[in-house]
């Protein structure tokens, strides 16, 4: 059973920055209503202000940490290393898989928060430099440095999601396990087995 909603061999894809692929012609008819859920998840209160300096007024996410950005910060988060930091435009520029949004809503700058610790960063810590800036955006999301001891979060990772009510779509799988948080967001009960 064909459907338009699945690839075809023929039929142009779009990947999103956590990996799953869409189909063009989807992404095209979709993209106004994407970009408005998209909308809607930034001017939350907790996502209108910068999740690293604090500063109002985001134009920038960093998609696999789940985080809305300045557009300061989102520069900066550019030059982390995409290991580190996805960084991408959220002022419609840019298209927005449902993955992507959905992962936005999951966790957003307040769910950051209780994972990376506060968006305040240390004293004598300024955004105009760039290298203690970066310093700290390594310390706050690689190293956890100013993260609850509680979190339960224990490295960045890109959640393996499923979309729905969205496109069929073509996950690239990876070796990396979900967190809590995604395992209850996405439905499944039990942890994944280990081998």
């Known amino acids: 059973?064909?459907?338009?909603?699945?690839?075809?061999?023929?039929?142009?894809?779009?990947r999103s920055k956590l990996g799953n692929d869409y189909p063009k012609d989807y992404m095209e008819k979709n993209e106004r209503r994407l970009f408005k859920k998209l909308l809607e998840i930034r001017d939350l209160p907790e996502n209108r202000v910068c999740a690293d300096c604090g500063a109002r007024g985001t134009v920038w996410a960093s998609v696999?940490?789940?985080?809305?950005?300045?557009m300061t910060?989102?520069?900066?988060?550019?030059?982390?290393?995409?290991?580190?930091?996805?960084?991408?435009?959220?002022?419609?520029?840019?298209?927005?898989?449902?993955?992507?949004?959905?992962?936005?809503?999951?966790?957003?700058?307040?769910?950051?928060?209780e994972i990376y610790g506060g968006g305040s960063p240390p004293a004598?810590?300024?955004?105009?430099?760039?290298?203690?800036?970066?310093q700290y955006?390594?310390?706050?999301?690689?190293?956890?440095?100013?993260?609850?001891?509680?979190?339960?979060?224990?490295?960045?990772?890109?959640?393996?999601?499923?979309?729905?009510?969205?496109?069929?779509v073509s996950r690239k799988f990876t070796n990396q396990p979900m967190t809590d948080i995604d395992l209850i967001h996405f439905g499944s009960t039990s942890p994944p087995a280990t081998g």
């Not at 190293?143 to 490295?155: D, F, L, Q, T, V």
């Open 73 to 113: 910060c989102g520069s900066h988060h550019r030059n982390l290393g995409t290991h580190i930091s996805k960084p991408k435009g959220a002022t419609g520029t840019y298209w927005w898989g449902e993955d992507e949004i959905q992962f936005m809503r999951s966790h957003g700058n307040m769910r950051a928060k």
């Open 137 to 168: 955006l390594t310390d706050k999301y690689v190293h956890r440095k100013y993260a609850p001891r509680n979190s339960g979060e224990s490295s960045i990772s890109t959640p393996p999601v499923t979309p729905t009510a969205s496109p069929q």
């Open 64 to 70: 696999n940490l789940g985080v809305f950005l300045c």
């Open 1 to 14: 059973m064909s459907s338009a909603l699945t690839p075809s061999k023929k039929q142009e894809m779009w």
């Open 124 to 134: 004598g810590v300024s955004r105009d430099d760039p290298t203690g800036w970066k």
